[in-house]
């Protein structure tokens, strides 16, 4: 009788084994799925003016900065401002032509657009364009008063980042608009982009 246990329980064992061999192997655990990529916003492409400078200026360096980014004044010898010291306009040698800076109290200001400049704002504008598409792509946030000096349709339209109009703080892009009705500057930068005579 113990063997016909140990007989049974030999069997019982071997169609055990086989069975287990026959089972299907566990399934590999999924691979988690790679988590997306973050949005990220389109780059303002570095050779356009915006409310904050041009390429590698921006509102707020210092002087030094500026010619080490540009280029001293590619013109020294020419009078930026009354008094150069308080403030001076100038090309960086090494700028687009038509674009200038002004440096306050030896901090950059703002940047001009003059001219036969080709550099374009952020909103892809330039010199000779109609007044009336800046006017439209701005729309209510454009600020339009008449030209001090030129009769209509010659006026000045001002596009602020936000409420500040007058800190340092303060951004803006200002489309000066010539008596045929086209744009004939732009300048981006803080508060000295409402200067209507160079430094003043």
Request: proline content about 9%; some cysteine.
């Amino acid at each position: 009788m113990i063997r016909r246990i140990l007989l049974t329980t030999a069997v019982m064992c071997s169609i055990g084994a086989l069975a287990a061999c026959n089972q299907p192997e566990p399934a590999a655990p999924a691979e988690p799925a790679p988590a997306p990529a973050p949005e990220t916003p389109a780059p303002t492409p570095s050779n356009v003016l915006t409310a904050n400078g041009f390429g590698p200026l921006r509102i707020g360096m210092t002087r030094a900065e500026v010619e080490a980014a540009m280029g001293a004044d590619s013109n020294p010898g020419a009078v930026g401002g009354a008094d150069p010291a308080a403030c001076d306009i100038f090309h960086p040698s090494n700028a687009p032509e038509g674009l200038q800076v002004m440096i306050e109290n030896g901090v950059l200001t703002n940047v001009r657009l003059i001219r036969a400049s080709t550099v374009t704002t952020d909103r892809g504008f330039k010199i000779g364009d109609a007044a009336a598409t800046v006017k439209a792509a701005y729309g209510a946030s454009a600020e339009v008063v008449p030209h001090k000096y030129v009769e209509a349709p010659a006026e000045y339209v001002t596009v602020w980042s936000g409420a500040d109009h007058t800190s340092a703080a303060a951004r803006g892009i200002k489309y000066e608009i010539g008596q045929d009705g086209n744009v004939q500057s732009i300048a981006g930068g803080g508060p000295s982009i409402s200067y209507v005579e160079g430094c003043s």
